[in-house]
Each structure stands twice: as structure tokens, then as C-alpha cells.
């Protein structure tokens, strides 16, 4: 983490990695019950390649990226249409919730919606058990009859989080509400009524439109929301920039005009809180300068005209007016960011534009704005312009492709994949840069 960050800001030796942003503990609503041996095959599954799995993010009350919601993969869920035998769909279930340890083991939510068609027994047999650490899983109704306690003991023995499908049940310490296709005022109405019949439940929605809507819900009750975050409701129209962005956007266009150093310095010396966040961001040990900056010249200079770029753009962001959902966002633009950077060498571009690209890829979203008015005081280079607010060009795919991971459809992320080294290749550099983001975003903006 420390070299990448080195590489991204500036020079810098290695050092300790930073600690991960704080978790989102929710607690369960009942307290479970001693755990039950329950009888279940002796084998092991047999390994089988790791699964394609898809990642949504879940953004929650105070507008953070809470942890991802993890659709159940294509190929398990033709193995379960298709009858597969006990051997087979162990196998994929171990590899599934496999993919999904990395985020409950950083002390983000990880959250699997088990189908109809898959008992929560299944989850009980001990080799499937064993995987099973804080993942959340959403289980049907029926998996919280009086007869299943057994199941759920062995369950939450492992410190699983149990939740209910669509509706409060006696025993599940979250509901899961799936809005795909609902209207706001109707799943507004559903968060209500299931925060009055289980007020100590945790809700949680998927499926919205918008991130209108996630944000209407998280205010109406909801503990956390999943859908189009990328997405805006109704249009608006321009808003007047406030100060601080206007004035990030001027230095911007100053380094993507070739300013000299020194007119950058000096514009940034005129504005005491961007100078301090300067400072602040120089003398960060991740960057391993080798003496204390203490004036804003020595921070530009040291820094210099890639990296003063970067951070430029991460002020951008944070000048943003702001928006519930705003931490999240600036956390889901950044991890594009870093999957852009990564596969640059397959797009043949340069990885500080691709960077840029995905940073502002939201920006319509965070203003909110239509795009080409929230990117009209930037002088961006043609084919960003092109991307952005056109959606065509040679870099438009990469946000197709990265809107389609974030919605959990890996069916059209895989055919941009392609150019790009394939589903796999992709899928891993996703990883790696959420992963990143996620290190790293508590960096870049602070909290006021």
C-alpha cells in the first residue's frame, strides 16, 4: 500500500501500511444461542476455480461505504437450476462465500442473499461452516421456523450475521428488502413499516434506481442501501460552483496548461486551507519525503506536477457541495480510478489520464449536474472530454465496464472484459482496487 501510494502522490520509501477505515458494526438484533452439531457429510468439497463474483456497493446512514452486497454468481445459479448433485454445489457455495471473506475479515459488511432454492441448511455443513466468519446472509423466511433453530445456532456460532428476505422475522438480526422495479414512495413505506414491527432489525435495501433513492431511503430508516449510485432522479440543471471548487478547477487547468511550478505555488499559497492540506498531505509518512515540508513552494516542487495533479483532483471531490452519499461516492470514483490505472497498459493510454478519467467519473452524480456542464470549467484532454459526458471515443467501455461491475451484472462487464484481458483479468484488478480505495480513501478526505 505504501509504494502504491508513493507511486500515486509522490516519492517515498516503504512504510507501515495504513490501518483500514473505520468498520460499520451494526448489531445483530437477538443474541444467539449456543452452538448445535449438526450431522451433514464428512467429505470436503472438491476445489474448483474460483468463481466470477460480483460486488455492489452498500452505502449506509452516514453516507459511507459500508461493505458490498454479493449476488449469488451465474454459474451457481445454473448449477441449482440445473440439479446439480451435493458434491458440485458445495464446491461453488465454498468458492463463493470464499470470494467474500476478504471484506468480512477487514471489518466491512459482506453480505450474500441466499435463493429460495438454497436451504440454510446447507450452510450448516461443517465444511461450508468453517468458511463462515461476520459474512451477512440473507435467508428466506422459512429459515427462521422454530423447527431450523439448530441451523441458525451452528450459523451464528460462526459469527454470521442472520437476515430475513422482504420481511421482520422472530430471530434475524437484519431485513433485506429488494426494491428492483419499486417506486421510492413504496419502498419508503416498506422501510417504515419494518422499522416499526422490528425497531432493534437492521434494514437493508437493494435494487434502487437511483442514488435519489438510496439516499431517500437511508433517510426514511434504512441502515443501508444498494442500487444505481451513478445514476441521478429527476435532471437538475447548473448550479453555481462554490468557492473552494472554483478554485480547485483553476489550478487544475494551471497543470494541465504546463503552468510553472512556481505560479501553481503561488496560486495555492493564496488559499490558507488548501496549503494546509498540502502540507498535511507532504508530510504524510505513506509518501516517505525524507524531511518535514514546512512551506507550500517545497510541497509543490517535492511533490511535483504528476502528483500535484492527483491530490489536485481529490480536492476537487471533496469541494463538492455536499450530498449524503458523498463519502461513498468519492470512495466508489477512486477505486474506478485505480481499476482504470491498472489496465492502462491493456488500453495502451497514459494511466495518469485513465486516473483522472475514472476520479471524475461521477462527477454529475456528486454535483449533481448533467456532466457536461460539471466538466465544462475543466480543460480536459479530448477523448476524457469525449468519454465523460458522451459516453463514446476509446475509453468510453471502461465505464460501461465499471458500471456494470458495481451492479453486479458480469454478463456485460465481461463483454468490455475482453479488450482488457478478459473477465478474470479484470475482475482481479477490481479487487486490488477496491481494496486500495478502501486503504486510502480515509486519506484523502478527512472528515471535518
Given at each position: 500500500m505504501s509504494a502504491w501510494l508513493s507511486r500515486l502522490f509522490g516519492r517515498g520509501g516503504d512504510t507501515a501500511a495504513p490501518p483500514a477505515p473505520p468498520a460499520t458494526r451494526l448489531p445483530v438484533a437477538s443474541a444467539p444461542r449456543a452452538a448445535t452439531r449438526l450431522p451433514a457429510s464428512t467429505a470436503a468439497p472438491p476445489a474448483v476455480p474460483?468463481?466470477?463474483?460480483?460486488?455492489?456497493?452498500?452505502?449506509?446512514?452516514?453516507?459511507?461505504?459500508?461493505?458490498?452486497?454479493?449476488?449469488?454468481?451465474?454459474?451457481?445459479?445454473?448449477?441449482?437450476?440445473?440439479?446439480?448433485?451435493?458434491?458440485?454445489?458445495?464446491?461453488?457455495?465454498?468458492?463463493?462465500?470464499?470470494?467474500?471473506?476478504?471484506?468480512?475479515?477487514?471489518?466491512?459488511?459482506?453480505?450474500?442473499?441466499l435463493?429460495?432454492?438454497?436451504?440454510?441448511?446447507?450452510?450448516?455443513?461443517?465444511?461450508?461452516?468453517s468458511q463462515l466468519k461476520n459474512q451477512w446472509l440473507v435467508l428466506q423466511a422459512d429459515a427462521f421456523d422454530e423447527g431450523r433453530a439448530p441451523t441458525l445456532d451452528a450459523l451464528r456460532a460462526t459469527g454470521a450475521v442472520l437476515g430475513a428476505a422482504r420481511s421482520p422475522r422472530r430471530g434475524a438480526g437484519f431485513v433485506h428488502i429488494d426494491a428492483d422495479g419499486v417506486e421510492r414512495g413504496a419502498t419508503v413505506?416498506?422501510?417504515a413499516a419494518c422499522r416499526s414491527a422490528a425497531p432493534r432489525a437492521r434494514i437493508v435495501v437493494a435494487g434502487l434506481a437511483n442514488v435519489d433513492d438510496v439516499e431517500a431511503v437511508l433517510a426514511a430508516g434504512a441502515d443501508m442501501a444498494t442500487g444505481h449510485h451513478d445514476r441521478q432522479g429527476a435532471p437538475r440543471g447548473a448550479v453555481p460552483l462554490p468557492p473552494a471548487m472554483a478554485?480547485?478547477?483553476?489550478?487544475?487547468?494551471?497543470?494541465?496548461?504546463?503552468?510553472?511550478?512556481?505560479?501553481?505555488?503561488?496560486?495555492?499559497?493564496?488559499?490558507?486551507s488548501l496549503s494546509y492540506e498540502l502540507l498535511r498531505h507532504a508530510n504524510s509518512p505513506l509518501l516517505g519525503l525524507q524531511r518535514r515540508v514546512e512551506a507550500t513552494d517545497q510541497a509543490v516542487m517535492l511533490l511535483g506536477r504528476d502528483s500535484i495533479y492527483r491530490w489536485l483532483c481529490a480536492r476537487l471531490l471533496a469541494a463538492?457541495?455536499?450530498?449524503?452519499?458523498?463519502?461513498?461516492?468519492?470512495?466508489?470514483?477512486?477505486?474506478?480510478?485505480?481499476?482504470?490505472?491498472?489496465?492502462?497498459?491493456?488500453?495502451?493510454?497514459?494511466?495518469?489520464?485513465?486516473y483522472t478519467m475514472g476520479l471524475l467519473s461521477l462527477l454529475d452524480v456528486m454535483v449533481p449536474m448533467p456532466m457536461a456542464e460539471a466538466v465544462a470549467p475543466l480543460k480536459l484532454p479530448p477523448d476524457v472530454q469525449a468519454a465523460l459526458v458522451e459516453r463514446r471515443g476509446p475509453w468510453a467501455p471502461l465505464l460501461a465496464m465499471a458500471a456494470a461491475l458495481e451492479r453486479g451484472d458480469l454478463a456485460t462487464a465481461g463483454t468490455h472484459a475482453e479488450r482488457?484481458?478478459?473477465?478474470?483479468?479484470?475482475?482481479?484488478?477490481?479487487?486490488?482496487?477496491?481494496?486500495?480505495?478502501?486503504?486510502?480513501?480515509?486519506?484523502?478526505?478527512?472528515?471535518?
Open positions: 474460483p468463481l466470477p463474483v460480483a460486488r455492489r456497493p452498500l452505502i449506509d446512514r452516514e453516507g459511507r461505504l459500508a461493505g458490498f452486497e454479493f449476488p449469488l454468481p451465474e454459474l451457481l445459479q445454473r448449477r441449482l437450476s440445473q440439479g446439480a448433485d451435493d458434491t458440485v454445489l458445495g464446491a461453488h457455495l465454498s468458492a463463493w462465500i470464499a470470494a467474500t471473506r476478504p471484506v468480512a475479515e477487514s471489518g466491512r459488511v459482506a453480505l450474500l442473499a435463493p429460495s432454492t438454497l436451504s440454510s441448511q446447507w450452510l450448516a455443513r461443517p465444511a461450508l461452516l413505506l416498506a422501510v478554485r480547485v478547477t483553476r489550478l487544475l487547468n494551471q497543470v494541465l496548461q504546463d503552468a510553472e511550478l512556481s505560479e501553481i505555488a503561488a496560486e495555492l499559497r493564496s488559499d490558507v463538492l457541495p455536499g450530498r449524503a452519499a458523498a463519502r461513498a461516492l468519492q470512495e466508489i470514483a477512486l477505486a474506478r480510478a485505480l481499476l482504470f490505472e491498472r489496465l492502462a497498459g491493456a488500453v495502451g493510454a497514459p494511466a495518469p489520464t485513465l482488457y484481458g478478459g473477465l478474470p483479468a479484470v475482475l482481479a484488478a477490481n479487487e486490488a482496487a477496491w481494496h486500495a480505495a478502501g486503504q486510502s480513501a480515509s486519506l484523502l478526505w478527512v472528515k471535518a
